[in-house]
């Protein structure tokens, strides 16, 4: 069959990065190129088994779980071409985000703009809508400029503007329902510098000139600390450079002691002992101080997050993402709830992409998040509970509720995804529950 020795035929269980999703799949198949993909994806069809494919588990939702055969696609990995006078490059579905953008940086290129952590695969990042945060530049799905697809037949789709557009438009966000997603080509340009300037900002200030600092900046976020009035923002924009990279010392207080070491044992102890984690938070907030540094892309956006969360994000329109911070604020300090999590706020403009959380409208995103371990239902409850008022789309990874009947209402474009899939996967061969959910049968 060609694909015997990367195949587990006991049944393995999955987990996903964060813990919260399990499942235990009929067989696992590794393959080594696009061809034994499909031949693995003819074979499960014709057993009547339903066919995922699973990146480095870091999505919250059973998105990739299945019952069936799950493709891990790390084996069809690296850059397969560089266009220079295109300004592209090609890259196999595998790649690890952290693996691509080391490798463009010795090229001298880099993305324009890119999530805050670099371990997802390039197909699973892009598959579920990870985006940064950008005032002009958009998710890293909104960088692909073409997309290859094993289809549910076995078949092979390229997919670009030109080449089925209709797919295009669709499958840069597929959410794996379209089919398995092989290789990416994604805009690049020449390798940049970003200076990154990061301030502790009161809550009231930061929301009362939200407007200001999004127009003011390339890329602007701030965190707020619940259970206080603190934020620490974040302002990264282009300069001439050279790179100035934080010092060691600082970097390792900053990113390794304060952001990993002990966020771990506070929130620890915030899981074992709940009545400490107003107090705690007001300690942690005031830790991080003001820095400014300079360096390459990738160095800027992303950094380490090695403490395990779950984590639910919805997307806004934009101009009503104070308003629902500050009634995610209030709700936080009227409820018994303890919360030791900052709350992330990142802005996208609109982009064409059927079921982008930012398509057609100039978007900001709020994230909620909890130690894992701890009991989040009730928190993101309440959170969604806000969000959903507002319109919000929650992100296709992360922990939500919604529904397809809930989706066909704040997506405009949403019929036009299920037709395409009821053409090109009438049999749901890349199916799960998850999908029946949000998609409908």
């Given amino acids: 069959m060609g694909t015997a020795t990367a195949r587990q035929n006991n049944q393995t269980a999955w987990r996903n990065w964060a813990g919260n999703i399990t499942a235990t799949p009929v067989r696992t198949v590794t393959p080594a190129s696009v061809g034994e993909l ?54 196999a579905a595998g790649t690890v985000l952290k693996d691509l953008n080391v490798a463009l940086a010795k090229e001298g290129l880099s993305l324009t703009n ?17 985006h940064g945060t950008g005032r002009d530049s958009a998710s890293i799905a909104a960088q692909i400029r073409g997309l290859e697809l094993v289809t549910a037949d076995g078949g092979l789709l390229t997919c670009s503007e030109k080449e089925n557009p209709e797919v295009f438009a669709a499958a840069r966000i597929g959410i794996g329902a379209l089919g398995i997603v092989t290789s990416l080509t994604l805009a690049v340009e020449p390798v940049f510098f970003l200076t990154a300037r990061e301030e502790p900002m009161g809550f009231d200030r930061v929301t009362a000139e939200f407007d200001q600092h999004f127009a003011e900046n390339e890329h602007f976020e701030f965190y707020w600390f619940p259970h206080t009035g603190n934020c620490n923002t974040k302002r990264n924009n282009r300069s001439q450079g050279p790179a100035a990279p934080p010092g060691p010392v600082s970097a390792w207080i900053e990113d390794e002691l304060l952001s990993n070491g002990v966020f771990q044992a506070v929130n620890s102890l915030g ?35 090695r403490v395990r969360f779950v984590e639910m994000e919805y997307a806004l329109p934009r101009e009503q993402v104070v308003g629902a911070l500050r009634e995610l604020r209030a709700m936080v300090d009227r409820s018994g709830l303890r919360v030791s ?15 982008s959380t930012a398509s057609g409208r100039e978007t900001a995103y709020i994230a ?10 009730a928190y993101f409850t309440a959170a969604e509970r806000i969000f959903t008022a507002h319109g919000g789309r929650p992100h296709w990874g992360k922990v939500h509720t919604r529904d397809a009947e809930y989706f066909a209402g ?11 899939r009821d053409r090109l996967d009438p049999d749901r061969v890349f199916g799960n529950d998850y999908l029946r959910r949000v998609l409908g049968a």
């Fill in 114 to 130: 890119m999530g805050d952590i670099m371990e997802q695969t390039v197909s699973g990042a892009t598959s579920t809508g990870t």
């Fill in 271 to 305: 899981r074992a002992v709940p009545a400490t984690i107003p107090a705690i938070a007001r300690v942690a907030s005031r830790a991080l101080s003001a820095r400014v540094y300079t360096d390459i892309p990738y160095k800027v956006f992303t950094s380490p997050r």
């Fill in 410 to 420: 704040v997506y405009p474009r949403f019929a036009e995804f299920t037709a395409l």
């Fill in 341 to 355: 999590f900052p709350v992330e706020v990142r802005t996208a403009p609109a982009d064409d992409i059927t079921l």
């Fill in 38 to 91: 499909q031949e693995a994806v003819r074979r499960a069809a014709e057993q009547g088994l339903r066919v995922k494919a699973v990146g480095t588990g870091h999505s919250f939702t059973a998105a990739a779980a299945t019952d069936g055969v799950l493709v891990r696609p790390q084996a069809l990995a690296g850059i397969r071409a560089i266009d220079r006078a295109a300004g592209t490059v090609t890259v």
């Fill in 368 to 377: 909620v998040h909890m130690y894992r371990g701890t009991p989040y239902q």
